[in-house]
């Protein structure tokens, strides 16, 4: 596993020169993308969403930094959507879509494969659309030939892993529009301030003894991390962090969502990464001071517990106490076995909000270990390779 260098990330010179395309930056402006994304809805002529009956359901297609927005419209939806809401990475979409559904394609770049083939299938049987994207695409072409509504993602997007708040906006606001979600804008503005909150804790100048993405990033460094959410809000946020741990950090990690995937995170308690499963690590997971790398080999990396934790809506639910009561034993359990802990706890809130301040911490978190580590967020050698070989 890649070293980390804490003297690096609280210094400028080498945070501007490894981020090539200032993901940081970029990360900032979550809260702004929120704003901005609520302006362009309004101007999007979106009254024709509502001006007939409500979709019999509604196809979501996203995918790669984009995927995110369905899994939230879906666990947003999931409790009390009078319709179903289903995902579709690609075509074929399935047979019973027709004029009386609605099909949601975004794509950052208004180009990309899969929603593009979604949308024009959609189109062709009639569905109704929605889209987001780029104002100039193929893919607003295709909404604008079937009369469907396009949303604009503003300018100066670059990646949809940092522009994940211009996509996912107007579809919240459009699913509430259709009363499918409670997400009012109100909500979505507290949701920006939490963002913008999470960018001020985080920014670049705040030094690692005080920030608390650095803090976090220093904690994931070294480790094979594991993302756990207690319950369907944070099981979408670890989605969201293994996925930024991988594409940003270049870090394997696995997620999952609890009360379902607690017994298969607690079996990789007893693997190899802890209570001594590799050489130069003790009983209790910790590194052998002893251990010489020449002669016994290098180290393992420990395996660590990233829990994200959202914030108590009813404590006197039982189900809610009961959920609460898991975690806790998970958080016990992988104490003893010497895994590496690391708690996220969404601060009180509207879902979105709560949602919001989780996903931008690991955002952060995750940008900090690539540039502590030597290496640019925004850039993959080997994922460049792949794009040139499969064109």
Not at 2 to 27: G, I, K, M
Not at 191 to 202: F, H, N, S, T
Not at 250 to 259: N, S
Request: proline share 8%; with cysteine; charged share 20%.
């Amino acid at each position: 596993m890649a070293f980390l260098d804490e003297a690096l990330l609280d210094d400028p010179a080498h945070l501007a020169s490894c981020d090539s395309r200032e993901t940081v930056r970029a990360l900032a402006t979550a809260g702004a993308q929120v704003r901005e994304a609520i302006s362009l809805f309004e101007d999007a002529a979106v009254h024709r969403l509502t001006r007939g009956d409500r979709p019999r359901a509604v196809v979501v297609a996203s995918l790669g930094g984009s995927a995110v927005v369905a899994d939230v419209l879906g666990m947003l939806a999931e409790p009390g959507s009078p319709v179903p809401v289903t995902v579709r990475r690609n075509v074929p979409l399935p047979g019973w879509v027709g004029p009386l559904d609605l099909v949601v394609a975004v794509s950052l770049s208004g180009r990309a494969r899969g929603p593009l083939a979604v949308a024009a299938e959609a189109a062709r049987r009639g569905a109704s659309l929605l889209t987001v994207g780029a104002a100039d695409s193929p893919l607003a072409a295709i909404s604008a030939r079937a009369r469907g509504v396009h949303v604009d993602v503003g300018r100066g997007r670059t990646s949809s892993r940092t522009s994940l708040w211009s996509l996912l906006t107007p579809v919240l606001l459009g699913a509430n529009a259709l009363d499918l979600i409670d997400v009012p804008p109100s909500a979505l503005r507290q949701a920006a301030d939490r963002l913008d909150e999470e960018a001020e804790a985080c920014r670049p100048s705040s030094e690692s003894f005080v920030n608390p993405a650095k803090l976090l990033a220093l904690g994931l460094a070294d480790t094979v991390p594991v993302v756990l959410g207690d319950g369907p809000l944070s099981g979408v946020a670890a989605a969201r962090a293994a996925a930024m741990l991988a594409r940003t950090a270049r870090v394997p990690a696995t997620h999952g969502e609890l009360p379902d995937a607690a017994s298969q995170i607690v079996a990789t308690f007893d693997g190899p990464f802890t209570a001594g499963g590799g050489q130069g690590v003790d009983a209790r997971g910790t590194a052998d001071i002893f251990a010489d790398p020449f002669l016994d080999g290098p180290s393992m990396p420990r395996l660590s517990l990233l829990m994200l934790r959202d914030a108590p809506v009813d404590p006197t639910s039982p189900e809610e106490a009961d959920l609460f009561a898991l975690t806790d034993a998970v958080l016990a359990t992988a104490d003893d076995a010497g895994v590496r802990v690391h708690t996220v706890v969404a601060e009180p809130g509207p879902p979105i909000a709560r949602l919001a301040g989780q996903m931008a911490r690991v955002d952060f978190a995750a940008t900090y270990l690539a540039i502590g580590s030597g290496l640019d967020p925004a850039h993959s050698r080997h994922l460049h390779q792949l794009r040139d070989q499969i064109r």
